[in-house]
Structures are given as structure tokens and as C-alpha cells.
């Protein structure tokens, strides 16, 4: 499943933390960093991801 989710970091960066976390603050903070810059976005997602791996 991390791997999946890591692809949704990738892609979509708020689907991959939404999958991680639900809706809390890293998923609207992500969504606000993926729209004032996609790549941070996706460092922030994937760093969720790896802080909260299964």
C-alpha cells in the first residue's frame, strides 16, 4: 500500500496524504503547498507518507 500511495505523492500530492492521514492539517497544508508549487507538494507528501508508514 506504500508504494501505492507513494505513486498518488507523485501524481496528485493531497490524494497521497489523504490516503496516509484523512483529512487533518498536513493534508490542507499539502494542498496548499502543491498549489503554490507542485514540487513542494510532493516533498511534503511523500515526507508524510514515509513518517507514517504502516
Not at 17 to 23: D, K, M, N, Q, S
Amino acid at each position: 500500500m506504500t508504494i501505492l500511495r507513494i505513486i498518488f505523492a507523485i501524481l496528485l500530492p493531497p490524494v497521497g496524504v489523504f490516503l496516509t492521514i484523512g483529512i487533518k492539517p498536513h493534508f490542507w497544508l499539502n494542498i496548499l503547498l502543491t498549489i503554490l508549487g507542485f514540487l513542494p507538494g510532493i516533498v511534503h507528501a511523500v515526507w508524510v507518507i514515509a513518517k507514517n508508514h504502516d
